[in-house]
């Protein structure tokens, strides 16, 4: 399978601490991207960074990205509740296995 | 334009009967991609299409799936004789492909059509 491996598949914070996510991908890519999907909902875009960048801000969210090591990973600052959602790492076709994110208020 | 269309939001058929799906893609986007997604389990990707050209297409769609794009604008995902491990969240998205085939931008997911296989 070409799909990507995240972890943690499962965290649980305190609103305003912060959360991370790991992303293993297998192949190698033009770009990795992050999305978004809250329970029962649609999948929302939050990110995307190139293979030739490392590092990449978006508001509260830091991605980075290790091509030599096939990984990247997605920092949310100051989390909040409504942050609670399931996040996946996406390349090539692929998404990852997800981490589902739970911000206790 | 409002984002990425799908039609029906749910569909409910009996074992055996077939089904199609219609997407409606953001009107710029060239890319269109279907995938399907079961509960607690990431998307697993179906097939993409470039303009009207079908350019990959997922393991995971048998013989039983169809997918097209005519013109290049709206696709249609069919399954005939639907099975209960049918029964899924099948997702439309769009994007915009530049030069070279890179994408600098996001996809653009529609909310699905979830179908329910009795």
Known sequence: ?105 | DTGVSQDPRHKITKRGQNVTFRCDPISEHNRLYWYRQTLGQGPEFLTYFQNEAQLEKSRLLSDRFSAERPKGSFSTLEIQRTEQGDSAMYLCASSLSVTGGLEFYGYTFGSGTRLTVV
Request: hydrophobic share 30%; aromatic share 10%; net charge positive.
């Open chain 1, 1 to 105: 399978s070409q799909q990507g491996e995240e972890d943690p598949q499962a965290l649980s914070i305190q609103e305003g601490e912060n959360a991370t996510m790991n992303c293993s991908y297998k192949t190698s890519i033009n770009n990795l991207q992050w999305y978004r999907q809250n329970s029962g909902r649609g999948l929302v875009h939050l990110i995307l960074i190139r293979s030739n960048e490392r590092e990449k801000h978006s508001g509260r969210l830091r991605v980075t990205l290790d091509t030599s090591k096939k990984s990247s990973s997605l920092l949310i600052t100051a989390s909040r509740a409504a942050d609670t959602a399931s996040y996946f790492c996406f390349y090539q076709f692929y998404f990852g296995t997800g981490t589902s994110l739970t911000v206790i208020p």
